[in-house]
């Protein structure tokens, strides 16, 4: 009787309960671990193929002392200078361990989704949509899917490759 206690508390809590197995995955951390996936290939890769048009030259990083220097007599408080930051924000770089679960993660449709062609391209659209930040309902729309459908076909395809996670006992990290 306490475990079901334990249990119905965790659930009106929000959380999870899996009676002390808590390595196992579930289709909700793969659809984060997918996201995280994506958007880092976004922020790490960049555009493909060739540049319209401009320089090829990296642009110029000015720092602190820069800006001081091309001060005139007439601004001695730097204090009060506003300085403009460059049209592209710095990213900072990823770590090897992001690298290496983003890998991981961009295997696991290939692995695990071979023989249901369908929610894999269903999963596949849900992905770009969520890294890019765009509403999937409109990718539906314009591919001719019913939402419905579509967020079934996603849901079996988190939950194939969580099973199959579970059973080449992958840890979770």
């Known amino acids: 009787m306490r475990e079901r206690d ?7 809590s929000g959380g999870s309960f899996h009676g002390g197995l808590d390595d196992l995955w579930v289709p909700a951390t793969v659809e984060k671990r997918l996201i995280e996936a994506a958007r880092l290939t976004l922020t790490t890769t960049g555009p493909v193929g060739p540049k319209a048009y401009g320089s090829a030259m990296p642009m110029y990083q000015r720092d602190w002392t820069d800006w001081l220097a091309q001060l005139d007599d007439a601004f001695k408080d730097a204090a009060d200078v506003k ?10 770089a990823a770590t090897s361990r992001q690298i290496t679960r983003m890998e991981a993660a961009i ?3 290939i692995k695990y989704l071979d023989a249901v062609p369908g929610p ?7 992905l770009r949509c969520r890294a890019y930040r765009k509403p999937f309902g ?8 019913s939402r419905a459908t579509a967020y079934r076909a996603r849901d079996k395809a988190l939950a194939l490759i969580a099973q199959g996670l579970n059973r080449d006992h992958v840890p979770t990290e």
Do not use: F, H, N, S
Not at 6 to 12: F, H, K, M, P, S
Not at 138 to 145: D, I, P, S
């Open 107 to 109: 295997r696991w449709p």
């Open 120 to 126: 894999r391209k269903v999963l596949a659209v849900y």
């Open 6 to 12: 334990e249990y119905e508390a965790e659930r009106d």
């Open 83 to 92: 300085i403009e930051q460059d049209e592209r924000p710095t990213r900072l």
């Open 138 to 145: 409109r990718a539906c729309k314009r591919l001719g899917w």
